[in-house]
C-alpha cells in the first residue's frame, strides 16, 4: 500500500511542487489538497491519510492550530510533517510543542522531501537536534516550565532510560543508540517506548520537546 499524504499550504506553486515530488515516487500518493488549515479536519476525516505535509503559517487557520485540532478531534489522527520556510521560527517550535511529528524546510531538495514523508509515515519523527536546540533556547522556557519539570519529576526514569532520553534530544536513531550503548536496537526499543509512556509523549520529538522544556537537557 503507498504512503498517502495531504498537502495543506496556501501557496499553489508549494503544493504543485510537493505533489510532482511526491507523486514521481511509486510509494507515495497525493490524496488530496487544502489552501487553510480550515479544512483540515473535514479533509482528513473524508480521506484518511497517513502523513498531512502542513504550512505553519497560513491565513484563517494556521499549521499550530490545525495540529491541535487534530490529535484533539480526530480519532487515530495521521501523522504530521510542518512545512515551512523559516527553520528559526516560533512557529515551527509551536507546531512541535502542539504534536507535530516533525518539520521540513520548503527549500529542501526533492530527496530528502521523499525521504521525510517515508520517515514520518514510519512512525518516526523527523528532529534536525542543531535546529530543535535553538529553537529551545530561543523561544523555550530556559527551564522554567514548571508543568514540564513536574512532568519529568514524575516520569521517574531509570539511569538507562534517562541516558536514551539525552541520546534522542542529539538526534541519535535507535541504530546509533544501540551502537553507542552496546545494546541490541530492540533494546533500545524497548527503553524509547518506555520513556513516552512515561512521559505520556505521542512520539520522539514531544519527549524531546518535554526533556528541553522541563531543563533535563540543555537546549544550549
Keep these: 500500500m503507498p504512503v498517502t499524504v495531504l498537502l495543506v499550504d496556501d501557496e499553489p506553486l508549494v503544493r504543485a511542487g510537493l505533489r510532482a515530488v511526491l507523486e514521481a515516487q511509486p510509494d507515495i500518493e497525493v490524496v488530496g489538497e487544502a489552501a487553510d488549515g480550515a479544512t483540515v479536519i473535514p479533509l482528513v476525516r473524508q480521506l484518511r491519510p497517513d502523513v498531512v505535509a502542513m504550512d505553519v503559517r497560513m491565513p484563517l487557520l494556521d499549521g499550530i492550530e490545525a495540529t491541535r485540532a487534530l490529535l484533539r478531534t480526530v480519532d487515530e ?3 504530521i510533517l510542518v512545512v515551512t520556510t523559516f527553520e528559526n521560527d516560533e512557529y515551527v517550535y509551536e507546531a512541535l510543542r502542539a504534536g507535530a511529528d516533525g518539520f521540513l524546510l520548503k527549500r529542501a531538495r526533492p530527496a530528502e522531501i521523499v525521504h521525510a514523508v517515508r520517515l514520518i509515515a514510519e512512525g518516526e519523527s523527523l528532529l534536525f537536534p542543531a535546529s530543535v536546540r535553538q529553537l529551545a533556547a530561543e523561544y523555550g522556557d530556559d527551564g522554567g516550565n514548571r508543568a514540564a519539570r513536574a512532568l519529568m519529576e514524575r516520569a521517574q526514569l531509570t539511569e538507562r ?3 536514551v532520553l539525552r541520546l534522542m534530544a542529539r538526534g541519535l536513531s535507535n541504530a546509533e543508540i544501540a551502537a553507542l550503548l552496546v545494546v541490541g536496537t530492540e533494546t533500545v526499543k524497548s527503553h524509547v517506548s518506555a520513556v513516552l509512556a512515561k512521559l505520556g509523549a505521542r512520539d520522539r520529538t514531544q519527549a524531546v520537546i ?8 540543555a537546549p544550549g
Design 210 to 217: 518535554a526533556a528541553y522544556e522541563s531543563g533535563f537537557v
Design 77 to 79: 489522527p495521521p501523522r
Design 161 to 163: 532510560e534517562a541516558e
